[in-house]
Nanobody
Framework: QVQLVESGGGWVQTGGSLRLSCVASGSIFSVNSMGWYRQVPGKQRELVATITSGGTPNYADSVKGRFTISRDNAKNTVYLQMNSLSPEDTAVYYC???????????WGQGTQVTVSS
């Protein structure tokens, strides 16, 4: 099994910054990608950013130029640096990991990010 533990969420004013971290443990081999998704009540979970094991990032259009995803393979950790935050970024942010040829999906418990105007 795979365990994902997020940290770094919280409250910030518009224009502020936050950095999310996610540490993976357990059967973390053959990882295809890690990343972040977010969800607000009543809406579907949406992609924020992912990064492949080779380091190639992918961003949602809504966060391009403001968010940066990175990973430390030695620490089995993925980060999301979020700058120029707006109230529209308020959501629960979930860490995600995809593994193996069967593309098994794993999720963290989520961390709340609240941006006030």
């Amino acid at each position: 099994q795979v365990q994902l533990v997020e940290s770094g969420g919280g409250w910030v004013q518009t224009g502020g910054s936050l950095r999310l971290s996610c540490v993976a443990s357990g059967s973390i081999f053959s990882v295809n990608s890690m990343g972040w998704y977010r969800q607000v009540p009543g809406k579907q979970r949406e992609l924020v950013a992912t990064i492949t094991s080779g380091g190639t990032p992918n961003y949602a259009d809504s966060v391009k130029g403001r968010f940066t995803i990175s990973r430390d393979n030695a620490k089995n950790t993925v980060y999301l640096q979020m700058n120029s935050l707006s109230p529209e970024d308020t959501a629960v942010y979930y860490c995600h990991l995809e593994r193996g040829l069967l593309r098994n999906q794993y999720w963290g418990q989520g961390t709340q990010v609240t941006v006030s105007s």
